[in-house]
């Protein structure tokens, strides 16, 4: 059965994208431990990261690096946390979160609630910003 993120990835299910390619996804986490905090996910569907094969898993990092720095154009913070959990939804997924302080990256934190709108408009900033990244 197509995993939660496959089915974000096909449509199935809504996401508030920030950005896609041929290879790989990138959306806003709906439950975020800060503002602008975005999964980013390979189509292809693999639990654990460590079995994607090593040029998939570059170009993960390496979109995940452009959509990084969309999010820190566009939310104050003092860098972009990056960590990897996947005990939760078996598609691999790297988190993106805007850091201020290390208790941002806590997950036993309780999770930010914001609107619909204010996911909306969050996911347009940065989409919009990823469009003028140039690695
Ligand atoms: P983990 O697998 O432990 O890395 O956690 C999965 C993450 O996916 C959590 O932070 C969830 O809030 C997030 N998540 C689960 N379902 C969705 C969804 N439909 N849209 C966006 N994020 C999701």
């Keep these: ?62 979109f995940a690096k452009k959509v990084g720095k969309a999010i820190e154009s566009v939310i104050s913070c003092k860098r972009i946390g990056v960590t990897v959990i996947g005990l939760e939804v078996p598609h691999a997924h790297i988190h993106l979160i805007p850091l201020n302080t290390l208790y941002d990256m806590d997950f036993k934190q309780p999770k930010l609630s914001f609107t619909n709108d204010e996911l909306a408009q969050t996911a347009e900033k940065i989409r919009e910003a990823f469009d003028t990244i140039i690695l």
């Excluded at 059965?1 to 996804?25: H, L, R």
């Design 1 to 62: 059965m197509a995993s939660i993120f496959s089915k974000i990835v096909t449509g199935d299910i809504p996401s508030y994208k920030i950005a896609e390619d041929e290879n790989y996804y990138a959306f806003l986490d709906i439950n975020p431990l800060a503002k602008g905090h975005t999964l980013v996910i390979p189509k292809m569907e693999t639990d654990y990261i460590f079995d994607i094969e090593d040029e998939q898993l570059g170009g993960l990092l390496v």
